[in-house]
């Protein structure tokens, strides 16, 4: 059986790749853009390409029976439409909460007639690099929305439950897995968290509404606006955090703390 990861040296992909090794998989082909550079594990086909590219998905695709599809929604419709072509059975994407800009997506996944299932990831515990050029240069945090809460994930959970799903298609058709993390923390509740995995009180200042934009808008270019929209969103409805990892893992989805500890080296 041959599994086709795409986006296989994003956070995600990368992962899904190691959890499917870790799990014995042994018929595992990797899409990457650039192979020499990728340095994805022995025992993996790997292949050029990018999702973004659907010209180059018809030879990625020969053969393959499952996918994980990386989010790339301008392109998705016509990769999905290859992939059926190609006579895939099934596809795991991951994408986003339904309604958002992924929304194409999951649209055009359902659109191409394969077996699906959706992973719908909150906001990703990795996000936090936002705040990485802060906490290197000092111990004060300057942010927005620090009350705001919502239930972050690990990606490595995202790619723990891609796998089990590649792995076990029959149980999971048509379903859509929203994914966070175990617990809803509010970004100041992050920062200490952080703080506490390297051993430093770290402060957390409030910007004001102007200080915020131009801060995100430095970090994040175009993106900036919409993600202050979406702490704007979320203050008035946090997030609550739900099981599906624990469901479908059998073990506790990852704590932030311990994404933290895990992580660290981004903060120092
Ligand atoms: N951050 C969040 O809170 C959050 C929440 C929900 C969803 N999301 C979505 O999750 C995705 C991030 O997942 P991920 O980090 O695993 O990355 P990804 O978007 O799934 O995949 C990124 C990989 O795609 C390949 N790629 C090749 N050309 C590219 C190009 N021009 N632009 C972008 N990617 C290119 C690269 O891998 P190769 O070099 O191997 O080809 C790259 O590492 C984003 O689409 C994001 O919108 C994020």
Known sequence: MKILVTGATGNVGRMVVDELLALGVSGIRALTVDPAAAALPAGVEV??????????????????????????PASAAEVCRLAAEAGVRHIVDMAGAKGEHWQAVED????????YTHLEPGEFMSNADLWAPQIRAGDVVRDAGGDVVNAPVAQEDIAAVAARVLLSPADHVGRSYELTGPEALSRRQKVAAIGRALGRDLEYVELTGDEARSLFTSLMGEYGDWYLDGLAQLAGHPQPAVSTVADLLGRPAMTYEEWARRHSDLFR
């Open 47 to 72: 292949v050029r390409g990018f999702v973004g590219r659907p010209a180059t998905m018809p030879a990625a695709l020969a053969g393959v029976e499952r996918m994980y599809l990386a989010p790339h």
């Open 108 to 115: 055009a996944v359902e659109a191409c007639g394969v077996a």
